[in-house]
């Protein structure tokens, strides 16, 4: 039917779609090419520890710079990418990078502790996924300590044997795990004992009522709690205000992630953050 003919199936379908079919259908096919035309860039997101007040760690956030829409933003492409099977040979090419980037980094004495790289569902559908990636992390002599895969609930539910076996392989590589978008989804905790995981990433939307809603705030403070004895690190995703990462120091989060100290840059002005004395949370 039409909608299959526009590469969307009916689970995607929303009103008004249909205006945007043609765009998406040519950013698919503009997706293709993107890879080998070097259009993809990794922006570098820093993730701050409440306890030093120091930049630790970093998430990897894909950007495309399409010669005619301009920045396109994962939102408009990571799901069309996981429809087309894209998403596969994008992941290579992040991890490939974010290899590229560390190294960088090393030669310049700078160093981070954890770099988080997003996962998705789509990527476990590949046979060769626990292989290829063992495979870059030699090619690009990645320091398997600092990567950081973060996944969501629904990626593991998707197929929870499978990828309890890829992330078995991975961690005995020295990867480790975080669940991303923490609390949207099913939020099982018996999760955390079945898996590898070490960090929990709050979602946004907790993060961002903290201060006007006290179910939000009551939620964020259970998360943090129930990890207290586990060796499981918390971070608050999306902070934006002061009285936000108030909240988060005053009820021990561990790290935060946010426009308050920083949104995703490109990676020259990441290693500018990194280099830079005096990379205090609070700001002052
Ligand atoms: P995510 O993994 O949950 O990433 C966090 C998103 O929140 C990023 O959006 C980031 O820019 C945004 N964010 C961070 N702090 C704030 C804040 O204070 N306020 C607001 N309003 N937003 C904030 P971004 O870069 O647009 O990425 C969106 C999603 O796309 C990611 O969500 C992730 O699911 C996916 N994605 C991005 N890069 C990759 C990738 O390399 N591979 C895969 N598979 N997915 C990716
Ligand atoms: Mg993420
Ligand atoms: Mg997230
Ligand atoms: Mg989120």
Request: glycine letters at 6%; aromatic letters at 10%.
């Amino acid at each position: 039917n039409a909608k299959q003919v526009h590469g969307c199936s009916y689970a995607y379908y929303r009103p008004g779609m249909e205006e945007n079919a043609d765009n998406r259908t040519e950013l698919g096919a503009d997706m293709t090419r993107a890879l080998h035309l070097n259009q993809f860039e990794l922006y570098y997101q820093p993730r701050i520890d409440l306890g030093s007040g120091e930049i630790t760690g970093a998430e990897a956030l894909i950007r495309w710079n399409h010669p005619v829409h301009g920045l396109v933003m994962p939102s408009d492409f990571i799901p069309l990418s996981e429809r087309n099977g894209m998403i596969v040979s994008i992941g290579y090419w992040v991890l490939y990078q974010a290899g590229k980037h560390l190294k960088a980094l090393r030669e310049e004495g700078l160093s981070i502790n954890r770099l988080g790289i997003n996962l998705s569902f789509r990527q476990f559908k590949d046979d060769r996924l626990v292989e290829t990636i063992k495979r870059i992390i030699k090619q690009e002599e990645i320091d398997t300590s600092v990567l950081e895969f973060e996944l969501t609930e629904s990626a593991i539910f998707s197929d929870e044997e499978h990828v309890r076996s890829c992330l078995t392989s991975l961690a005995e590589e020295g990867i480790t795990f975080s669940l991303d978008d923490f609390g949207t989804g099913y939020s099982s905790f018996s999760l955390l004992h079945k898996l590898p995981i070490s960090a929990l990433k709050i979602d946004r939307s907790f993060v961002s009522q903290v201060n006007e809603s006290s179910e939000a705030a009551e939620i964020v403070r259970s998360i943090i709690s129930l990890t207290q004895n586990m060796s499981i690190k918390v971070i608050a995703e999306g902070v934006e205000t002061r009285q936000q990462l108030e909240f988060l120091i005053k009820h021990d989060c561990d790290e935060i992630q946010g426009f308050f100290f920083s949104p995703p840059v490109p990676f020259a002005d990441f290693k500018r953050m990194l280099s830079k004395p005096g990379k205090k949370a609070s700001g002052e």
